[in-house]
């Protein structure tokens, strides 16, 4: 469950930031190209921070 609460967090900053971008006047190409390498980065920090430790043999 956290981790759906973190995915759903870095989805707001990533529209957040978005929306910040065309605010700028940035080229849509680089909003989506940075939309998704932040997505990645969110999932990746979100399964590592989520992530159940394995028990020791």
Do not use: C
Not at 27 to 48: A, C, D, F, N, R
């Amino acid at each position: 469950m956290s981790f759906a609460i973190y995915i759903v967090g870095f989805l707001i900053l990533i529209g957040g930031l978005a929306y910040g971008a065309v605010l700028l006047h940035v080229p849509q190409e680089w909003i989506v190209v940075g939309s998704i390498v932040m997505l990645g980065i969110g999932l990746l920090t979100g399964v590592k921070s989520t992530r159940q430790k394995d028990p020791a043999p």
